[in-house]
């Protein structure tokens, strides 16, 4: 018990405060920079910060929702799932560099909160578990949806790595429904909703 907790402390600690690595290609990596102007810069770097706050966000929520369930098949599910979302989370740190931004000062608050909430739905049990992820990546989804409406369209780097993350957290989603996930019910669809956007309201500013 007392390794697991370090090993888990740790992944926090490596989570909110140190550089996340990619094994993966970067997506967008050999297409040549846009010239952007001040505005579209400030923006494009913000909506970044965003994605980079729902991927710290997504490694809390998967730690404790890995944490609390009993199904092995689910646990390296949920590993594999917050594998990939290390992926992003370099992706959407190296791109704010490039465009001049900086990650949110929050980053402790958003993995605070969104383990909190990891560990509260892997209670419920292994199939409201599986739902909350399936919600969570079709929340994640359409929200990336909609930072490519409004990403500047020379800004093909960014955009780039969106399109994959969006990509991909359909395929999380897909994986969740295939594993017996429940769909949940219409009051905590609404709340996540209402958490996400305080959550890119805020991780917008600041």
């Known amino acids: 018990m007392i390794d697991q907790a370090i090993i888990e402390f740790d992944k926090a600690l490596r989570t909110v405060?140190?550089?996340a690595r990619s094994v993966r290609a970067v997506p967008g990596?050999?297409?040549p920079e846009a010239e952007l102007d001040a505005a579209e810069r400030s923006h494009a770097a913000a909506l970044m910060r965003v994605n980079h706050v729902g991927e710290v966000c997504a490694q809390a929520l998967y730690q404790g929702q890995s944490i609390m369930s009993r199904d092995p098949a689910?646990?390296?599910t949920l590993r594999q799932a917050a594998q990939e979302e290390t992926e992003h989370?370099?992706?959407t740190e190296r791109r704010i560099a490039e465009l001049g931004g900086r990650k949110s000062l929050l980053?402790?608050?958003?993995y605070g909160g969104a383990l909190a909430m990891g560990l509260a739905a892997g209670r419920l049990g292994e199939r409201w578990n599986l739902g909350f992820l399936a919600e969570t990546e079709r929340q994640v989804e359409q929200h990336l949806k909609s930072h490519l409406d409004t990403l500047p369209a020379?800004?093909?780097r960014s955009r780039a790595i969106v399109e994959q993350m969006k990509v991909d957290e359909a395929e999380h989603a897909e994986t969740a429904l295939r594993l017996g996930a429940h769909e949940l019910p219409?009051?905590?669809k609404g709340a996540m909703k209402l958490a996400a956007r305080l959550m890119t309201t805020l991780a917008y500013r600041l």
Do not use: C
């Not at 980053?107 to 958003?110: A, D, Q």
């Open 107 to 110: 980053n402790p608050l958003w």
């Open 154 to 156: 020379a800004d093909r």
């Open 89 to 91: 989370l370099a992706w």
């Open 29 to 31: 990596e050999d297409v």
């Open 186 to 188: 219409a009051p905590a």
């Open 74 to 76: 689910i646990r390296d």
């Open 17 to 19: 405060f140190a550089p």
